[in-house]
């Protein structure tokens, strides 16, 4: 399909986006370099992520710049052609990796791993892989589970929307100039510069979102900024100012030699700077696209300064032609072997890895492979690989069986508060504002549950107790906030910010009291695992294994309970529950349940924390400890699975199923504790 509009007078010329110029790759060469320095875990380019805004900048201006040239020399734009370009160069070396990266997976995860796998895989493999993680609601920089071999893919898939939408939107605006009679250049300044403001106001507004990092929306702004430059350079070649002649008789342009210095060195500064946090993209993205527009323009207004030379150099200019290929296979060789392999060797696969799949695969393929095919049928072919493939292949490729599905379920089967409850650090509301949340609304003893995610994973046995017998339940439990009064230090705290576990004690002296006088509870249930936390005190951080740290743990019991007592409550401690060494879903997943039993008492932390948990009661007359732990773990043999129940959601909680089936146990702790309860 050619979509002709004659153009109008003054709509373009055909310089941009039409010849070879090194000192572009040289740029690509710079944006992949830093990608690669940041995954590979260099300390001192903590902002090397930013590569990936270079690159949408330079898409931009590149693609702008091709379809103003092709307008030029044509008066149209051929939709097929285009499209037929980006599948040949994008979409073969993307299948090789992606089916490499499930084929390594597969051997190397277990089978509860597959639904992750096969969703990275297929939203990859289809071009919405960023608009996935936005759904999964994983930040980019989250460590808290194994990095997923395919998440690169999600910059890949915004610039594949772009690619679709571009060609479209350039034909619209030429439609558009030639009813108002008007230059193309000005209706695609007008645009893109539309689209630029809108889509940074998004990224700023919507900052630390997940969907402010990953949304095509949000990242628009850098792609129409390329495309401004594009119009800007073209208007700035067909207008005979001094930069185009200085473009066409060779002359070195100071200003261009200014421009590369300050784009390269605001590169360099803000990859040093910038750091992985909820604060990106925002008005850090901003200032990067502005730097990689600086870069961009110096290189390729006047191509033959020094700074030009240098920036297209062989070296940078043949990195920056495998930039493709070494962006998309340098990830997934860092998650497979950067435990086995030092950094010199990573380096050196990524790069012969990258140059085979260049040579063998990306060019021939790009250039030789079926020639003869029309522009569109190379199009609907890369649609029914890609739309096979991830209908077809991949899912049949990661089945799971029956047992493996009740394991993957089971991960994510964890017991929350009301959806209107506060639980999250995120979530929390100011001490002022904090009030318990109800769960039911019974007319018989008010019964408050409070404490960390320990007290609240209980819960679906204590709802269906509090609706069996009329109580009101009343939830006041805050995730990683732990009801004992010290607070927590952890590896994770940043030097300099306010930390969950300070924000957690201040929080805690606050609410507890007021809450306490303004309920008036007649039961009080605690739930907690802090034996496991450091103690932060001043500057000093205590550590579990130091002299004093059993002294201080076990103080911090004191306030709390006498908060929670003062006006004549019950206090029901839940028995700490063991950690153990890793998930028992793996082990569910593909052995025998007469194997996949883990000994608690192994778990001596916790063995001796439950020991001083049970004299509680000696001390205080309104305390009874309730053995919740023998319920998952009898005679402290902790099973992967009872009664057909997987039992541990991760290695310290139980699911919200397993907990909803033990109500009639709970209860029975609960009456010999005082507090009538049948199921």
Known sequence: ???????????????????????????????????????????????????????????????????????????????????????????????????????????????????????????AVLYFANWDWVTVDRGYFATDTDPSPLIHFWSLAVEEQFYLVWPALVVLCLWLAKRLEVSLLRVLAVTFAAI???????????????????????????????????????????????????????????????????????IGYLCVTVTGSSSYPGWSAAEVTVASLLLIAGVDLADDTWAAVVMGNPLFSWVGRLSYSIYLWHWPIIVFWKGDLGLAGLAALIVVTSALS???????????????????????TGFAVSGALGVLVIPMSLQTTKMEQQVVAARTDIAEPPDDCPYSA??????????????????????????????????????????????QLLSLTRSKCTPTDFTV??????????????????????????????????????????????????????????????????????????????????VLIL???????????????????????????????????????????????????LDVADLSCPHLRCPGRMEGDIVHQDPSHVTATFAAHQADDVGRLLTGAGLAATG
């Open 1 to 123: 399909m050619c979509v002709r509009i004659s153009a109008v007078s003054g709509v373009a010329v055909s310089r941009v986006g039409s010849l070879y110029r090194p000192a572009v790759d040289g740029v690509r060469a710079v944006a992949v370099t830093a990608v690669v320095l940041f995954h590979l875990g260099f300390a001192w380019i903590p902002g090397g992520f930013i590569g990936v805004d270079v690159f949408f900048v330079l898409s931009g201006y590149l693609i702008s710049g091709l379809l103003i040239a092709e307008v030029s020399r044509r008066d149209a734009v051929s939709l097929g052609r285009f499209y037929a370009r980006r599948a040949r160069r994008l979409l073969p070396a993307a299948w090789l990796v992606i089916g490499f990266s499930v084929v390594v997976a597969k051997m190397t995860v277990t089978p509860i791993e597959y639904e992750n796998l096969r969703r990275h895989a297929v939203s």
């Open 196 to 266: 630029t403001a809108t889509s940074i106001a998004l990224a700023v507004t919507l900052t630390p979102s997940v969907s402010a990092y990953y949304g095509t929306h949000t990242r628009a702004f850098e792609l129409a900024a390329g495309g401004l430059l594009a119009v800007g350079m073209e208007h700035r070649r067909r207008s005979g100012t001094p930069g185009h002649r200085a473009l066409a008789t060779g002359r070195p342009h100071a200003r261009a030699v200014l421009m590369t210095i300050a784009g390269i060195a605001g």
């Open 358 to 380: 260049y040579y063998l695969v990306e060019q021939p393929l790009r250039v030789k492979a079926f020639p003869a095919v029309a522009p569109w049928g190379v199009v609907a």
């Open 426 to 471: 995120e979530e929390w509301p100011s001490p002022e504002k904090s009030e318990p949340c109800t769960v039911y609304d019974g007319d018989g003893p008010t019964v408050l549950l409070v404490g960390d995610s320990h007290a609240q994973m209980w819960s679906p046995a204590l709802e269906k107790l509090a609706k069996a017998n009329d109580w």
């Open 489 to 570: 230090s952890r590896a994770t705290d940043a030097v300099g910010e306010k930390t969950v576990g300070q924000a957690c004690t201040d929080w805690r002296h606050i609410v507890y009291p007021r809450v306490i006088n303004a309920v008036d509870p007649d039961y009080v249930i605690v739930g907690a695992r802090s034996q496991i936390y450091d103690i932060q005190q001043g500057n000093r951080v205590v550590h579990g294994k130091d002299a004093d740290y059993q002294r201080l743990w076990r103080r911090s019991w004191d306030q709390p309970i006498r908060t929670f007592g003062g006006r004549g409550a019950s």
């Open 575 to 625: 028995q700490p529950m063991p950690t153990m060494p890793r998930s028992m879903l793996d082990c569910v997943a593909t052995a025998h349940d007469a194997r996949c039993v883990f000994d608690a008492s192994l778990d001596t932390q916790t063995v001796r924390a439950n020991r001083f948990v049970q004299r509680l009661p000696q001390r205080y007359a309104y305390v009874h400890v």
